[in-house]
């Protein structure tokens, strides 16, 4: 699981100098969507975006999900 370096860590802050305003899209799996709790940058481009397109069912649903990322 890389995303739980999201708002942690230096380098990861470096590329992503806007937090999660510099994300387009997320893809959402059964476990990124259990992880939001205490990740800043996960939590806040989850609850600014919308879903595109969804896969699967129950546990097995894959989400694509559009940041927006106006003010």
């Keep these: 699981m890389w995303f739980y370096k999201l708002g942690t860590d230096k380098s990861v802050q470096r590329r992503f100098p806007h937090g999660w ?9 059964d476990t990124v969507r259990g992880a939001v709790g205490g990740r800043d940058w996960l939590g806040s481009a989850l609850q ?13 649903r894959v989400v694509i999900r559009h940041v927006d990322t106006r003010p």
């Design 48 to 60: 600014h975006s919308s879903e595109v397109v969804s896969y699967g069912t129950g546990s097995l």
């Design 21 to 29: 305003r510099d994300f387009q899209y997320i893809v959402s799996s």
